[in-house]
């Protein structure tokens, strides 16, 4: 798993490094943090963007496409398993 930080590559790293504040916050508001909500966050947030295509879009589709959702998940399933944990 140590591919780049700790995690498998450094597209994931990023994605965690720049939505971990938000998906802590929705972790905190009682949200269940799956792979699925992680692909659905970062789709709109592409729906959201500049239109690119050609070299930059096909760039951006390889990068999206290499992130591990399920590792970022898994992160925020152990962390709300701890949050229950200490709050019994």
Same mark, same amino acid.
């Given at each position: /798993? ?5 995690w498998?590559?450094? $597209?994931?790293?990023? @994605? ?9 916050q &929705?972790?905190?508001?009682?949200? &269940? ?5 992680? *692909?659905?966050?970062?789709?709109? /947030? ?5 239109? +690119?295509?050609? +070299?930059?879009?096909?760039l +951006?589709?390889?990068? @999206? ?5 399920? $590792? ?5 399933? *152990?962390?709300?398993? /701890? #949050? +229950? @944990?200490?709050? #019994?």
């Amino acid at each position: /798993m140590a591919g780049y930080n700790g995690w498998t590559n450094k $597209e994931t790293w990023l @994605v965690n490094l720049w939505l971990g504040d938000y998906f802590q916050q &929705e972790l905190a508001d009682g949200h &269940e943090i799956t792979s699925a909500h992680i *692909k659905d966050t970062i789709n709109n /947030m592409l729906a959201d963007s500049p239109e +690119l295509w050609g +070299l930059f879009s096909d760039l +951006l589709n390889c990068a @999206v496409g290499e992130i591990n959702c399920y $590792e970022i998940a898994a992160r925020y399933e *152990k962390e709300r398993t /701890m #949050r +229950l @944990v200490t709050d #019994r």
